[in-house]
């Protein structure tokens, strides 16, 4: 984890949509329900922060070369 930018971009991202799905779940009311392909999209958007390099990395710092 040498982007460590990115990677709490993406952890926090992740968390977030975690969190609202869970809370839509159990919030006691039948009628709400998580959009499972916008919580898709936000956990997908999250992976790819944590794979994602910071812009202030270069390639040799990360090995990627």
């Known amino acids: 984890?040498?982007?460590w930018?990115?990677?709490?971009?993406?952890?926090s991202v992740i968390?977030?949509?975690v969190a609202t799905a869970v809370q839509l779940l159990f919030d006691g009311d039948p009628q709400t329900n998580p959009d499972f392909n916008i919580?898709?999209?936000q956990i997908a958007t999250?992976?790819?922060l944590l794979v994602?390099?910071?812009?202030?990395k270069s390639?040799?710092?990360?090995?990627a070369r």
């Open 5 to 11: 930018k990115t990677t709490i971009a993406g952890i």
């Open 46 to 48: 999250g992976v790819g």
């Open 59 to 63: 390639s040799e710092q990360v090995g």
């Open 1 to 3: 984890m040498n982007s």
């Open 15 to 17: 968390l977030s949509a």
């Open 39 to 41: 919580l898709a999209a």
């Open 52 to 56: 994602a390099r910071d812009n202030s």
